[in-house]
């Protein structure tokens, strides 16, 4: 009986551990979704503070072309630093199209994406422009400062989860020099010290001048044509006419050889 009783008292106690573990493991599996939870919220917030496009590209694609261009917060002759292919972030100015003037916001569609699309012109850049995607832009605010400060707020994270963004806040050596004179302009426009750079931003009249000189040669060219023309036909009337005077000569010198022959 004692036996029994020990027995039971055993099973008893393995059911207990058994309990207990599961219970062990049921909260360890809760701490880990919790903190798989707090680092994914974390890393959102990680991103967003750094990259404040990000968040508003994503509802942007629940918004019409409209919507998406009323809803926009960027303005025209603001500055802005955009990135593109494999440079960094670079100082800019929202302009119009120079091909289509009215135009600087507009939203290019592929299948059921939208993004709003902003017009460009880069300091230091011989009048480069170009449409950038809104989300590979950033506001300018204080320039420089603001840059540097988003820059040191890059963690491990935000490297793994948006590379071609963290590499964007980093200037390479070779490209430094140019990227800190293109800073300096955007700087000297933003404080309104000196607004000369504006002046690579206006449209170029290298097509009409190049028209016009086209014009100018076809003219010059018709003239020569022309020139020419009158020249081999008062030529030909000088030929025509020394040979009838010289066929009138020996006609006179036939006639007169005729008449006092013997």
């Not at 968040?55 to 917060?73: C, G, H, M, P, Q």
């Not at 800190?180 to 009249?205: G, H, T, W």
Request: contains cysteine; charged residues 30%; aromatic residues 6%.
């Amino acid at each position: 009986m004692e036996h029994e009783e020990d027995e039971h008292s055993g099973e008893s106690s393995l059911e207990k551990h058994d309990e207990s573990m599961e219970l062990d493991e049921d909260s360890a599996s809760e701490e880990s979704e919790s903190s798989n939870a707090d680092e994914s919220k974390n890393s959102s917030t990680d991103v967003s503070m750094v990259n404040d496009s990000r968040n508003s590209t994503l509802v942007n694609n629940a918004l019409s072309s409209e919507d998406l261009i009323k809803n926009s917060t960027w303005e025209l002759g603001t500055l802005a630093w955009a990135r593109m292919s494999i440079y960094p972030f670079w100082p800019c100015m929202i302009t119009h199209d120079p091909n289509s003037p009215m135009i600087y916001q507009k939203v290019q569609t592929v299948g059921k994406s939208k993004t709003l699309m902003i017009h460009v012109h880069f300091f230091n850049d011989n009048g480069r422009h170009s449409w950038i995607p809104s989300h590979h832009m950033l506001h300018f605010d204080n320039g420089i400062e603001d840059f540097r400060k988003r820059a040191s707020l890059v963690t491990d994270i935000i490297r793994k989860k948006e590379p071609k963004f963290a590499a964007a806040l980093t200037i390479k050596p070779n490209i430094y020099g140019t990227w800190q004179k293109a800073v300096a302009e955007a700087m000297d426009v933003l404080y309104e010290i000196d607004m000369s750079p504006l002046e690579n931003f206006k449209p170029r009249q290298k097509d009409s001048k190049t028209n016009a000189s086209n014009n100018n040669g076809a003219i010059k060219k018709r003239k020569r044509k022309d020139d020419d023309t009158k020249s081999a036909k008062k030529h030909l009337k000088q030929t025509d006419s020394n040979d009838d005077s010289r066929l009138s000569t020996n006609i006179l010198k036939y006639t007169t050889k005729e008449i006092f022959s013997p």
